[in-house]
């Protein structure tokens, strides 16, 4: 069923159950014989007994029934976005620590191969290799401890 039909058997259902409702708490007799058994009756008991009138419950309008309906409707489908939205959100937290891993698993094995290796070539922009010096070298290692710093914690 698509959502106008539950809305339109919604609104059914409850207009039929207000008609109901109201014909059957027509008035209510409460009242005990000389038993002490309680009665409860929808015509007066004959005789003379006391009795009580029970009040009925109050009318319900059937606009602020279909009112009420809509915004509870209504709320359903905002906490129903919430909970899609937290999804999301935890997904992206999810995603984003994953991806830290990975650089941080990048940044340990280029200080790693900075470490262990004295000779350390680079890759010019036109695409050749130059071996870079001590200095360079060093400078090199202590960005790549800059990065695990960074994103390792």
Request: glycine residues 4%; contains cysteine.
């Amino acid at each position: 069923m698509c959502p106008d039909q539950v809305n339109i058997s919604h609104s059914i259902l409850f207009i039929v159950l207000t008609f109901v409702c109201s014909t059957a708490f027509a008035a209510t007799y409460k009242w005990v014989d000389e038993d002490g058994n309680t009665h409860y009756t929808q015509n007066p008991p004959v005789g003379g007994i006391e009795s009580e009138i029970i009040k009925l419950p109050p009318s319900v309008d059937s606009g602020t029934g279909s009112r009420t309906l809509e915004e509870d409707q209504q709320l359903l489908e905002e906490g129903r976005e919430n909970r899609a939205k937290q999804a999301e959100a935890r997904q992206r937290a999810a995603d984003e620590k994953v991806r830290q891993k990975k650089n941080c698993e990048i940044a340990r094995v280029r200080l790693r191969s900075l470490t262990y290796r004295p000779r350390v070539f680079f890759v010019q922009p036109d695409g050749t290799y130059i071996r870079s010096d001590e200095e360079t070298r060093q400078a090199e290692i202590a960005k790549a401890n800059e990065s695990i710093a960074e994103v390792c914690n």
